[in-house]
């Protein structure tokens, strides 16, 4: 089976070369990194591990979505660049999808960092559910589910909530025990409880059918606080 690694990206000098290294030793198929105009390293370190690199306007949805329009493997999975993988992962995904290929999935999630918070967080994703299972897991998924449910669409946010709800209806949905290593640093800037709560705002409003523009406009401010700054 040949898998499509996706990663989108905007300033992930710090992160991305440990990921696209872990994933030339898993021999991956191809690995896309589609990027939103970082103006760091993250292109040349993409670069000098021969990934192909996707132009897109900014914005994870958009990105993604350039991204899966790009691949040419039978399968897909889509990452943040700031993670660190299974040493196996790529095996476990071509073996679960080979089983059921109308299945999707993700991996578990673990900090590298052991705040209570944070490992209670880690914990609550081993429930395969909608609301417990976001893109820092790892979605992935054949190529034929991917275009049968419609691909990413163009959302301020929840791009992984609203893909998943999708490929949910469309065959079984895989929580793979194995956890998936990502960066803490989004709940360490803002302060891990308050992170939660603003999570929690987000998905309640987003249930309770409040526009996402609007919590986009709640969310932004946080967001772009947040966003990894330029190298000088």
């Not at 990663?7 to 939103?36: H, K």
């Not at 071509?94 to 052991?114: E, I, M, Y």
């Not at 609301?131 to 449910?149: A, E, P, S, V």
């Not at 960066?183 to 987000?202: A, H, T, Y």
């Amino acid at each position: 089976m040949q898998i499509s690694v996706i990663i989108p990206t905007l300033n992930e000098a710090e992160f991305i070369g440990p990921l696209l290294s872990q994933l030339r030793a898993q021999s991956a198929f191809e690995v896309l990194v589609c990027d939103g105009g970082s103006h760091d390293e993250t292109l040349a370190i993409t670069r000098s591990y021969g990934a192909t690199i996707i132009q897109s306007d900014p914005g994870r949805s958009v990105q993604l979505a350039a991204g899966a329009a790009s691949a040419r493997g039978d399968s897909l999975f889509f990452l943040h660049a700031d993670t660190i993988l299974p040493r196996n992962a790529l095996e476990l995904i071509a073996a679960n999808l080979a089983q059921n290929p109308t299945a999707s999935g993700s991996f578990c999630l673990a900090f590298a960092h052991q705040n209570p918070a944070l490992q209670f967080y880690a914990f609550c994703s081993q429930i395969n559910c909608l609301w417990t299972t976001y893109g820092d897991q790892g979605l992935f998924m054949t190529r034929l589910t991917y275009d049968k449910i419609g691909g990413f669409r163009n959302m301020a946010l929840l791009e992984d909530v609203d893909i998943q709800k999708r490929a949910r209806r469309h065959g079984p949905f895989l929580k793979l025990p194995e956890s998936l290593i990502t960066s803490p640093r989004r709940f360490l800037r803002d302060g891990v409880i308050m992170r939660q709560l603003l999570n929690i705002i987000i998905i309640v409003g987003y249930t309770c059918g409040v526009p996402l523009p609007y919590l986009a406009e709640f969310y932004r401010p946080l967001a772009t606080k947040m966003l990894p700054r330029a190298h000088s």
